[in-house]
């Protein structure tokens, strides 16, 4: 098992408080976690804060003068930096782009390669080509050249294209690959054939989604290992901070063991060298979840009860048994939640009150994960009934997640007698209490429609 990771990329800010500015403050906080990569923009789809998200973006003079600022800031602290871009974009939004159409390639191998040379100082780049505004041809559409084509077939020379533009522009610079909305299938057949040189993957610890609860699934495991074989690195996705996409806009949902063991599992994974926060770190937000974030990365060989004790010493020791109970309850009641039910479960906790759901949501799109692989993760995707089964089963399990949240609020509650940091107590214990009644009207709303 490695040491550490040589990969630890954080991300200034997040989606849901994205206006955080790179000061010396912000960065000497990331810094002290362990982290040693900055991503440089959020890119996020929707593009929070106006945040760059593709290479078109950088057209825009305010774009490259602010990069330049975050270079020069990241450089400072001794980070090292990763541009990441969604491409190729569409003429419009959600419009698929063909990359196939040699004047896509060429475009594109030439904007990476101009990239460089602008920045050269940022040390990496990651592309989607799937989402963040890239979408890709159907092989069962309308498109004269793309039809009947295997997407991985498609996929391969156009990502090598964009390696030599990369490596052509600065050798040591590596093109790092996120192949989000591709099927297992399609993923592992392009690690196998493509050329490995200055290439890497970086992976949702699932191919499903990047959740709290996830660690690492067959996918991830075998595609890790797959890349190994071939001298591709693996970075893995997860959420170790105070936010997630999950639990948005909860901050300070403290459950350090799911930390811990998204950071173990993707550290004895075969393959990996690295991890990077998904969501994004607001410091504002540092949570008993961050502090297990920089203990595991200071005493990775540490085990999760002296960790644990780490974590809880600023609590004081008169709240520890306490501060430990809950956020142990608090774990259970994130595991008991029904995040496989349907991906629009996701920042359910933005809901307001009461969460009145006729069915479980629907969720799905055409893409080919969407319509291989995560049918298998998610019990709900296209279905426009749900068995009265099924329901049961989620508000059930919702129930038991309310339980344990409700629990942990008590814990919590102890824990203020005496306490050395009673506000941050009382935000976890608020924001328990939240997730609690969300849970417990989750479960009201579909076991008062259980009958066939």
Not at 27 to 54: F, Y
Not at 266 to 288: D, M, T
Not at 362 to 368: D, V
Request: proline residues 6%; glycine residues 6%; aromatic residues 10%.
């Amino acid at each position: 098992m490695q040491a550490t990771f040589d990969y630890t990329i954080g991300i200034v800010g997040h989606p849901t408080t994205p206006d955080v500015a790179w000061t010396d403050e912000q960065l000497m906080a990331l810094k002290a976690l362990g982290i040693n990569t900055l991503q440089l923009a959020i890119a996020w789809a929707w593009r929070p804060a106006g945040e760059a998200l593709n290479l078109e973006h950088l057209d825009e003079p305010h774009h490259v003068q602010e990069w330049h600022r975050r270079v020069a800031q990241a450089r400072k602290f001794g980070f090292r930096t990763l541009a990441h871009f969604g491409l190729p974009v569409g003429p419009v939004a959600d419009a698929t782009t063909c990359i196939l159409d040699p004047q896509v390639r060429d475009s594109y191998a030439a904007r990476l390669h101009r990239f460089f040379l602008d920045f050269p100082e940022v040390d990496d780049v990651m592309i989607y080509t799937y989402d963040q505004l890239a979408w890709l041809c159907n092989e069962f559409g309308d498109c004269p050249r793309c039809h009947g084509i295997p997407l991985h077939e498609r996929l391969i020379p156009f990502l090598e294209a964009m390696i030599d533009a990369v490596r052509s522009a600065k050798p040591s610079a590596r093109l790092w690959w996120e192949p989000w909305e591709l099927s297992a299938g399609q993923t592992f057949t392009i690690v196998d054939r493509i050329r490995p040189d200055n290439f890497g993957l970086i992976l949702h610890h699932t191919i499903a989604e990047v959740q709290f609860v996830n660690t690492t699934d067959l996918w991830f495991r075998n595609i890790a290992r797959l890349a190994q074989g071939r001298g591709i690195p693996v970075i893995g996705e997860g959420f170790f901070g105070g936010s997630g996409e999950d639990v948005s806009p909860i901050t300070h949902l403290g459950a350090p063991r799911l930390i811990h063991q998204e950071l173990s599992a993707l550290r004895q994974a075969v393959g990996v060298v690295g991890v990077k926060e998904y969501y994004g770190l607001v410091p504002a937000h540092f949570s008993a979840n961050t502090a297990m974030f920089a203990a595991f990365n200071a005493q990775p060989d540490a085990g999760l009860s002296a960790l644990l004790d780490v974590v809880a010493a600023p609590y004081g020791a008169a709240a520890r048994d306490n501060m430990l109970a809950a956020w142990e309850l608090t774990a259970q009641a994130m595991e008991f939640f029904p995040w496989d039910a349907s991906w629009l479960l996701r920042r359910i906790f933005e809901r307001p009150l009461p969460v009145t759901l006729k069915h479980v949501p629907t969720a799905s799109w055409l893409t080919p994960s969407w319509q291989a692989n995560r049918r298998g993760f998610y019990m709900v995707t296209d279905q426009p009934e749900q068995h009265a089964w099924l329901r049961e089963d989620v508000a059930m399990r919702a129930r038991f997640a309310a339980t344990r949240f409700e629990q942990a609020a008590a814990a919590l509650g102890h824990a203020l007698a005496d306490c050395a940091l009673p506000n941050d107590v009382r935000l976890q214990k608020d924001q328990v209490e939240l997730a609690a009644r969300v849970s417990t009207s989750l479960a009201d709303s579909l076991y008062s429609q259980r009958a066939l």
